[in-house]
């Protein structure tokens, strides 16, 4: 064994902040992509985005899991960009909502 088993949930949660940094990236992506109407920059946008989450994910695994591919690993990584993702996507949908309940001036109904 190359290492301590105590570390391996430091590096477990390492991959879940990874996790996290590459679904912002993707976010950053949508929300570039929404403002430039042009095809190519947005498919050149997500490629670029892919291969940066693929970079970021080997790099990581490189340098503090030895090389070593783990499922607690991918696990952790996919389980964070999924999470985020939904927070994301959740935190956008009411902050659009707020904001055209404050521009239309509408209010909740109170029961």
């Known amino acids: 064994m190359l290492y ?5 949930l430091g590096v477990f949660f390492l991959f879940v902040l990874c996790g996290f940094l590459c679904g912002l ?5 949508k929300i570039i992509e929404n403002k430039v ?3 190519f920059f947005s498919n050149f946008l997500l490629f670029f985005c892919v291969f940066l989450s693929s970079f ?8 503090f899991n030895y090389g070593e591919l783990r499922w607690f690993s991918l696990f952790a990584f996919l389980l964070s960009f999924s999470i ?3 927070i994301a996507q959740n935190m956008f ?15 909740k109904k109170r029961s």
């Open 4 to 8: 301590e088993t105590q570390a391996q």
């Open 25 to 29: 990236i993707f976010d950053f992506q």
């Open 37 to 39: 109407k042009n095809k």
């Open 56 to 63: 970021t994910y080997f790099l990581i695994n490189l340098i």
């Open 84 to 86: 985020e993702k939904t």
């Open 93 to 107: 949908a009411l902050t659009r909502k707020i904001c055209y309940n404050i521009k239309h001036g509408r209010k």
